[in-house]
């Protein structure tokens, strides 16, 4: 992303959380941006059509990241500007989808997971048939909410599964899921989308767990319009994110905790996002 925010002629779009995350050297695009690098947070991918529209003698590119969440609004956002005939419009693709990473935490011989507490907003689009592989294997899925309440009830219900050793993806959060989830919503992500192996910083290579461009919507692809070189991401020796994210440590006994890594200076991705457990542990331990 940095190399390609740099680039001249060129708008880089992006979600202002993303702002702050290190990538390999340390930089981070609000670095960049205050060196001149022209980065524009967007609150939606559909603000990209008016800059693009707007911008005509530069290429506007979107860092399309999240999960089953954002996707879904981003391929829409390419299949209008197909429709449109917008050609400077281009999406860098670092996406990924849940189930796979689930698949991988269970199969991964040092972990011993009894159950998994599913997000709520992704299994809104997802729903909650997405998970019946998770109860095939023997664990309890429970899908929340994000409110306290939410949380304290889905824990109550995983431990009521466990007790009566009856598996089964529960809805906790029903006021936003369904079983068959946003079946328009999967059909545009699908339509633009492919999946393919991602890289989770943390965690490595999990097989299908990213998305890419089918060849129909190729010309919106970032990497189709500019040569990037190979950038292999270095992750921190010290930084204990992945096994913070497998539940193997606890946040403060990473060595960077509190130190190096910090809200306002993240090292790792547990410590970028609010939503993070490292960042979250910070601001309540």
């Known amino acids: ?32 941006r205050a060196n ?6 967007v609150a939606s991918a559909l603000d990209c059509i008016d800059i693009a529209e707007k911008n005509k003698d530069k290429e506007v590119m979107f860092m399309g990241i999240g999960f089953e969440t954002t996707s879904p609004t981003i391929a829409s956002v390419v299949k209008t500007c197909a ?21 991988a935490l269970i199969n991964d ?17 997802l729903g909650s048939d997405a ?29 009521g599964q466990m007790l009566k050793k009856e598996k089964s993806v529960e809805i906790q959060y029903s ?5 068959e989830g946003n079946v328009r919503a999967l059909t545009v992500m699908n339509e633009v989308f492919c999946t393919s192996d991602a890289d989770w910083r943390g965690l490595g290579v999990i097989p299908g767990s990213g998305l890419k461009f089918r060849t129909e919507y190729a010309a919106f692809d970032v990497l189709r319009k500019i040569d990037v070189p190979e950038i292999k991401s270095q992750e921190h020796k010290a930084c204990a994110c992945g096994d913070i994210l ?7 006994e990473c060595p960077l905790f509190k130190k190096a890594c910090t809200p306002t200076h993240p090292i790792g991705p547990c410590m970028v996002s609010t939503e993070g457990s490292c960042a979250a542990y910070y601001k309540y331990s």
Not at 5 to 15: C, E, G, P, S, V
Not at 36 to 41: K, L, P, S, Y
Not at 109 to 125: E, N, Q, W
Not at 246 to 252: A, L, R, T, V
């Open 175 to 179: 006021r936003g899921v369904r079983p």
């Open 246 to 252: 497998k539940g193997i440590k606890y946040p403060h």
């Open 1 to 32: 992303a940095l190399f390609l925010a740099k680039q001249k002629d060129l708008i880089f779009a992006t979600f202002g959380d993303m702002l702050k995350v290190p990538g390999t050297g340390g930089e981070s695009l609000q670095e960049i």
């Open 36 to 41: 001149g690098a022209d980065v524009r947070i």
């Open 109 to 125: 011989p040092a972990l011993s997971i009894d159950g998994f507490m599913c997000p709520g907003h992704v299994s809104v689009i």
């Open 83 to 103: 429709k449109k005939g917008i050609s400077n419009f281009s999406v860098f693709s670092v996406h990924k989808v849940v189930p796979p990473a689930i698949d």
């Open 131 to 159: 998970y019946i592989p998770i109860i095939q294997k023997n664990r309890a899925a429970v899908i929340t909410g994000f409110e306290p309440v939410d949380i304290l009830e889905g824990i109550f219900m995983m431990l």
